[in-house]
């Protein structure tokens, strides 16, 4: 079945420097890419998504391509902020199943 | 706000109990979703009504049912609850049947003692 593989954490970084996630996917067809984000205490919330190969999401300043090629769409993030804190899942969705897979999650904390 | 309501936010209950958790979707959408979200499963997919109907079944137990009723808000029942169904669920909605876009509740966090 299809399947989210991502890097899980946890991981601290300082503010002002640079996050890269990795996610990789195993999927039949042509999913469509997200990454959710989800703040202490609250549920999850789209971040960004792609739906067809070379497509770049952004948002925040996050930003992830979706590469066939390599079957990834790693998040990227210039320059982290406290406010960053959060834990980050990957998912697909399948339109044959019309449902999310999530990968397990990446917890990010960031310090002045 | 993702505009998706679930309640209770806390329940604490006793093994062998039954348990009803209640989400109401934004308004417009007509597909809920619910997840289970616990430490060593991860972020799990249970089941999605679409305007009523059973749509898609993921990893739900027989002990859990869900429905979606005319009003398009949705209950989730978990029953003969044993410590292991101790998680955060989720309720999620979109405006179809495809999930391309899901807004996620803040969920109801079931604590079984």
């Known amino acids: 079945g299809d399947s989210v593989t991502q890097m899980e954490g946890p991981v601290t970084l300082s503010e002002e420097a640079f996050l890269t996630i990795n996610c990789t996917y195993t999927?039949?067809?042509?999913?469509?890419l997200f990454w959710y984000v989800q703040y202490p205490g609250e549920g999850l919330q789209l971040l960004l998504k792609a739906t067809k190969a070379d497509d770049k999401g952004s948002n925040k300043g996050f930003e992830a391509t979706y590469r066939k090629e390599t079957t990834s769409f790693h998040l990227e993030k210039g320059s982290v902020q406290v406010s960053d804190s959060a834990v980050y899942f990957c998912?697909?969705?399948?339109?044959?199943?019309?449902?999310?897979?999530f990968g397990k999650g990446m917890k990010l904390t960031v310090n002045p | 706000d993702s505009g998706v309501t679930q309640t209770p936010k806390h329940l604490i209950t006793a093994t062998g109990q039954r348990v009803t958790l209640r989400c109401s979707p934004r308004s417009g959408d007509l597909s809920v979703y619910w997840y289970q979200q616990s430490l060593d499963q991860g972020l799990q997919f249970l089941i999605q009504?679409?305007?009523?109907?059973?749509?898609a079944k993921g990893n739900i137990l027989e002990r859990f049912s869900a429905q979606q009723f005319p009003d398009l808000h949705s209950e989730l029942n978990l029953s003969s609850l044993e410590l292991g169904d101790s998680a955060l669920y989720f309720c999620a909605s979109s405006w179809d049947s495809r999930s391309y876009e899901q807004y996620f509740g803040p969920g109801t966090r079931l604590t079984v003692t």
């Open positions: 999927a039949t067809g042509y999913p469509s």
């Open positions: 009504y679409y305007n009523g109907e059973e749509r």
């Open positions: 998912a697909l969705s399948d339109a044959m199943s019309e449902k999310l897979v």
